[in-house]
């Protein structure tokens, strides 16, 4: 007679516990729920990144030029916009007799760059996406001239901008990104790409953000 209790205690205790367990996890599951996404609605814009001058060593130095197209640049407002600064960036590195090397986008050549920062002769361009560095002779350009800074300068912010510096960054290099000289097909792309520079892992630390009028050679 002494069993049967002990079995309705058992059986009782599982039962309950099996009754619990939804309730305990409950809070669980809902946390585990959550993504990153959840919190975007929240995520307060940081201050805009501190903009520095800098001073540059023209026999180490190259502008970089990259995808200034009729094709792409200009039809985006932005991009049109920023041409008379980049136009007079690039006459100053040239009278410094620094380094200039552009990027073309597909399917087009030199030709096809906006007339007004287009390449003189002699003025070495690489073809390819938005890393200038993947496939192309872009490195080989560079390490020739024995650079160790660029300043990159061109359109998409983030894209051609944003990869070919960081490509430049993790080579070693030292990257200069005025901010006037650089465009996306929005805004917001421009702060993003701003705040990646001055806060990536690695690239931040090669990275300088100024603005056209803020370099000296």
Do not use: H
């Amino acid at each position: 007679m002494t069993a049967k209790p002990l079995r309705f205690s058992i059986a009782n205790a599982a039962l309950l516990a099996l009754i619990a367990l939804p309730i305990a996890l409950a809070p669980i599951t809902a946390a585990g729920a959550q993504t990153i996404i959840d919190q975007w609605a929240s995520v307060k814009t940081p201050p805009a990144p501190a903009l520095k001058p800098v001073t540059v060593d023209r026999k180490t130095t190259a502008l970089l030029m990259l995808d200034f197209m009729n094709q792409n640049c200009g039809k985006r407002p932005a991009c049109v916009a920023s041409i008379p600064a980049v136009k007079k960036l690039l006459g100053e590195a040239r009278a410094a007799k620094a380094s200039v090397v552009y990027s073309i986008i597909a399917n087009t050549t030199t030709a096809d760059v906006i007339k007004d920062v287009a390449p003189e002769q002699g003025e070495p361009y690489v073809q390819a996406g938005p890393d200038k560095f993947l496939r192309t002779d872009l490195e080989k350009i560079l390490k020739d001239k024995g650079i160790q800074t660029v300043i990159v300068t061109g359109t998409a912010s983030n894209g051609a901008v944003l990869f070919t510096g960081a490509g430049a960054a993790m080579r070693g290099l030292k990257v200069i990104v005025p901010i006037d000289g650089m465009s996306a097909a929005e805004p917001y792309a421009d702060l993003t790409t701003a705040y990646t520079f001055a806060t990536a892992p690695s690239v931040s630390a090669k990275s300088t953000l100024t603005r056209t009028d803020m370099i000296k050679f």
